[in-house]
Antibody, heavy 122, light 107 residues
Framework: EVQLVESGGGLVKPGGSLRLSCAAS????????MNWVRQAPGKGLEWVSS????????YYADSVKGRFTISRDDAKKSLYLQMKSLRAEDTAVYYC???????????????WGQGTLVTVSS | DIQMTQSPSTLSASVGDRVTITCRAS??????LAWYQQKPGKAPNLLIY???SLESGVPSSFSGSGSGTEFTLTISSLQPDDFATYYC?????????FGPGTKVDIK
């Protein structure tokens, strides 16, 4: 069974940093591109970042470019999102999600974690 | 960036109704469109990919159609479990973009 479990969320002050993790199981993690998607309270879904298998391709939303860094450790079957210079508008539930097609970084998102809440507030 | 719009934003319907949600892209995305269902406090669930392909395990009452810039999600007979918010998403080009969502609630 495919499982994605996020962790690392919490309350952080504006300008602070946080590192999110996503532990994957039940599939060959190294073969899939992975993604972070966020959802501000009461709002819609916003794609944040994607990383291809083998980390060859990395993409960011303009809203986080230069502040967030996506990475992966295939040996640990884990995905990460390092977040710096956090702003109030970064407050959201952050989901990690797997791309639907192995080896394809342009794909729908078929498995999602339960999400981890990041709150940026003084 | 490719902008996605959805209509309506809210839809009130009854159990057994046929429901159609429309999603439009600001430029052609071929068939690179997905539909997701999200219930309060839960992660989104993939329903349809490549505009019309039904994800495994999703009831056949859900169907998708369209290509280019206009797409529809149809629920042939609304069930109690289908009351939720639905999002379309394009994956033709980065950045991936989602529609604003359509909330289907009980009439």
């Amino acid at each position: 069974e495919v499982q994605l479990v996020e962790s690392g969320g919490g309350l952080v002050k504006p300008g602070g940093s946080l590192r999110l993790s996503c532990a994957a199981s039940g599939f060959t993690f190294s073969s899939y591109s992975m993604n972070w998607v966020r959802q501000a309270p009461g709002k819609g879904l916003e794609w944040v970042s994607s990383i291809s298998s083998s980390s060859s391709y990395i993409y960011y939303a303009d809203s986080v470019k230069g502040r967030f860094t996506i990475s992966r450790d295939d040996a640990k079957k884990s995905l990460y999102l390092q977040m710096k210079s956090l702003r109030a508008e970064d407050t959201a539930v952050y989901y990690c999600a797997r791309t639907h097609q192995a080896g394809d970084y342009l794909s729908s998102l078929d498995y999602w974690g339960q999400g981890t809440l990041v709150t940026v507030s003084s | 960036d490719i902008q996605m719009t959805q209509s309506p934003s809210t839809l009130s319907a009854s159990v057994g109704d046929r429901v159609t949600i429309t999603c439009r892209a600001s430029q052609s995305i071929s068939s690179w469109l997905a539909w997701y269902q999200q219930k309060p406090g839960k992660a989104p669930n993939l329903l349809i990919y490549k505009a019309s392909s039904l994800e495994s395990g999703v009831p056949s009452s859900f169907s998708g159609s369209g290509s280019g810039t206009e797409f529809t999600l149809t629920i042939s007979s609304l069930q109690p479990d289908d009351f939720a918010t639905y999002y379309c998403q394009q994956y033709h080009t980065y950045p991936f973009t989602f529609g604003p969502g359509t909330k289907v609630d009980i009439k």
